[in-house]
């Protein structure tokens, strides 16, 4: 992969004012593949009960992951917006522990990126969260 749209995606991602509000940062990025992170922070309990992150912070990070690897592709001439997220919330992510979400780009038409993403805590073997999404392709 050309280093130039590793750091498009990296430098498209980390402008976006929720992602650094959330804390979200990258593992991993190149050819299509993107891995973030994002701390767990008690601004973003959705549950005072029981600690539990809310499902927003959780859809945000598996989308914002999700476009980095659009961004990142080689076939993908510039960036990206969603067109379609599909969240699928498997269980709660344990309270205190950091997220991190992985995303592939697994298909790509001359219009639109297909793109699968997973979140997890500590538990690697159980998701929080599975996405299934379609993005736009910047045609130029």
Do not use: W
């Not at 891995?35 to 914002?64: C, K, N, W, Y």
């Amino acid at each position: 992969m050309k280093p130039e749209k590793t750091e498009m995606a990296r430098r498209f991602t980390e402008a976006i004012p929720y992602a650094k509000a959330l804390g979200m940062t990258f593992t991993a990025i190149g050819d299509g593949v993107a891995a973030m992170q994002m701390p767990f922070d008690e601004r973003f309990i959705g549950d005072p009960q029981t600690g539990v992150i809310h499902g927003g912070a959780v859809s945000a990070l598996l989308d914002t992951c999700s476009g980095a690897a659009v961004i990142s592709h080689p076939s993908n001439p510039g960036a990206t917006a969603t067109i379609d997220l599909r969240i699928d919330y498997m269980r709660a992510a344990t309270p205190g522990q950091a997220l991190r979400a992985r995303a592939e780009c697994y298909h790509i038409t001359r219009s639109v990126a297909f793109v699968r993403a997973t979140a997890t805590d500590d538990d690697d073997e159980n998701p929080v969260a599975t996405a299934s999404g379609a993005f736009t392709m910047d045609g130029k």
